[in-house]
């Protein structure tokens, strides 16, 4: 297996967040030579076209960002059957300018908890019509739809189920399948 950098983007600015809880638990479960980091988005203010001049350092941060990484993880909570609205926002600004989409040929794989039998299904759903829109190879299988027991992750991360470790190790193993698909 090659080295990977891959960014995670948590679609929750909450700090007790169960999905920033997921994404962390994928760092300490990663396969050896993947690297996790995340790629912020509490801090991009709203999108408007009138940015499109002139983008605020924080976006080019945000789209620089996601250039350096070798794929993306959105880990997203659900939010009223669809994606959260800072998810949005932070995709909408990696969407423009027009025609410098950051999400253009890059990697992406999309998973998500909540306590609820079905998970994030119906977000991870609208965010796939999304990222198809966007042009970025999205992960399709395993999907990576998790129901957040109480005490599954550790706030420090740790994943108290082996059966729920196992798999996600095999979903970064399969994006990483993903990421040798479009690797320059």
Same mark, same amino acid.
């Given at each position: 297996m090659?080295d990977y950098t891959?960014g995670y983007?948590?679609g ?6 169960i =999905? %920033? +809880?997921?994404?962390k638990?994928?760092t300490? /479960?990663? !396969?050896e030579?993947v690297?996790?980091?995340?790629i912020?988005?509490k ?7 009138d940015? #499109? $001049?002139d983008y605020?350092q924080?976006? +080019?941060?945000f789209?620089q $960002?996601?250039a350096? /990484?070798?794929? *993306? /993880?959105i880990v997203?909570?659900?939010?009223? %059957?669809?994606? !959260?609205?800072v998810?949005? =926002?932070?995709l909408?600004w990696?969407? %423009?300018?027009y025609?410098q989409?950051? @999400?253009?040929?890059? !990697?992406?794989?999309?998973i ?7 998970s994030t299904a119906?977000a991870q ?5 999304i990222l198809?829109?966007y =042009?970025? !190879?999205?992960l399709?299988q395993?999907e990576?739809y998790?129901q957040?027991?109480?005490?599954l992750f550790?706030?420090a991360g #740790?994943v108290t189920?082996e ?5 996600l ?5 399969? @994006?990483t *399948?993903?990421?040798?698909r479009y690797?320059d």
């Amino acid at each position: 297996m090659s080295d990977y950098t891959v960014g995670y983007i948590v679609g929750s600015i909450s700090s007790t967040s169960i =999905n %920033r +809880r997921l994404a962390k638990a994928l760092t300490k /479960v990663a !396969p050896e030579g993947v690297t996790l980091h995340e790629i912020s988005i509490k801090d991009l203010p709203f999108y408007s076209p009138d940015f #499109d $001049a002139d983008y605020p350092q924080v976006a +080019r941060d945000f789209k620089q $960002a996601i250039a350096d /990484v070798d794929g *993306v /993880v959105i880990v997203t909570p659900e939010y009223s %059957r669809s994606l !959260p609205g800072v998810l949005k =926002n932070a995709l909408d600004w990696a969407a %423009r300018p027009y025609g410098q989409g950051s @999400f253009d040929g890059k !990697p992406t794989a999309i998973i998500g908890t909540s306590g609820g039998s079905v998970s994030t299904a119906a977000a991870q759903q609208h965010l796939k019509a999304i990222l198809s829109h966007y =042009n970025a !190879p999205t992960l399709g299988q395993p999907e990576g739809y998790i129901q957040s027991l109480p005490g599954l992750f550790t706030e420090a991360g #740790d994943v108290t189920d082996e059966g729920t470790a196992a798999f996600l190790r095999s979903y970064l193993e399969a @994006f990483t *399948v993903l990421i040798d698909r479009y690797r320059d």
